[in-house]
């Protein structure tokens, strides 16, 4: 292996993205990340790594699941092309927009019965009140 110039240890890594050395942890035994190791077994993790790390949490973020996102980047220990993340990526923000668009539209009818639910409750308020 080519090391790079600066290896950080998980706790560096963490620090470094705000996140728990646990969490980078999970994400390797997810496969979704595959650190080097130091003769005395310690993790050492370069700037692919990290940027690896940082395209999960993007699509944690986007809401995508951790399956969707191996898919995206693919396992650890194998080598995705860019075309192909980017071509994976746009597929499932198609289905991300969706998703939202259909929220959107579950919230517009809910705030719409809700508001007609008001507008019931206040004409019967006032007709009770005389």
Do not use: F
């Not at 192909?84 to 517009?108: N, P, T």
């Amino acid at each position: 292996m080519m090391w790079d110039e600066n290896p950080l240890t998980i706790s560096e890594l963490a620090s470094s993205l705000e996140i728990s050395p646990s969490t980078i942890r999970y994400y390797e035994e997810k496969g979704l990340v595959s650190p080097s190791r130091t003769p005395g077994n310690q993790r050492v993790y370069t700037a692919k790594d990290r940027a690896r790390l940082k395209m999960i949490l993007r699509g944690k973020r986007l809401g995508c699941s951790l399956t969707e996102i191996s898919e995206i980047i693919g396992l650890g220990a194998t080598e995705v092309s860019e075309v192909c993340q980017i071509e994976k990526s746009l597929v499932y923000a198609d289905l991300k927009m969706r998703e939202v668009q259909e929220h959107k539209q579950a919230l517009y009818l809910m705030e719409k019965d809700i508001l007609s639910m008001k507008e019931a409750l206040e004409v019967r308020l006032k007709e009770l009140k005389g």
